[in-house]
């Protein structure tokens, strides 16, 4: 069994910066990708940005290329989004997701595990 437990979110100033943090709780002794997704009120739970179980591979939504990133310390059985020059479009609930597989996919429906999510809020 996995458990992912989502910090870091909260409210800041268009052109912030915020990180959030995955915590990845489990026995397993061999992991899958990883992603991060995010839902605004009245949309679908759509991709940010995904990174393999090596971190050799990432992912990026349009929207928050460049301006996010993705990284990983499987040792410390941890997961990170840095968000930069963040915009009011980006306030939503931000979800850490853990597949049973090496590879990115960028469909929420290839993602096996869900944490229960992070409030991120961008003031204009």
């Known amino acids: 069994q996995v458990r992912l437990v989502e910090n870091g979110g909260g409210l800041v100033q268009a052109g912030g910066s915020l990180r959030l943090s995955c915590a990845v709780y489990?026995?397993?002794?061999?992991?899958?990708?990883m992603g991060w997704f995010r839902q605004a009120p009245g949309k679908e739970r759509e991709f940010v940005a995904a990174?393999?179980?090596?971190?050799?591979?990432?992912s990026y939504a349009d929207p928050v290329k460049g301006r996010f990133a993705i990284s990983r310390d499987n040792a410390k059985n941890m997961m990170y989004l840095q968000m930069n020059t963040l915009k009011p479009e980006d306030t939503a609930v931000y979800y850490c997701?853990?597949?049973?597989?090496?590879?990115?996919?960028?469909?929420?429906?290839?993602?096996?595990?869900w944490g229960q999510g992070t409030q991120v809020t961008v003031s204009s």
């Open positions: 990174i393999s179980w090596t971190g050799i591979s990432t």
């Open positions: 997701a853990r597949r049973n597989y090496p590879t990115i996919e960028v469909l929420p429906s290839a993602y096996t595990y």
């Open positions: 489990t026995r397993a002794l061999s992991g899958g990708a």
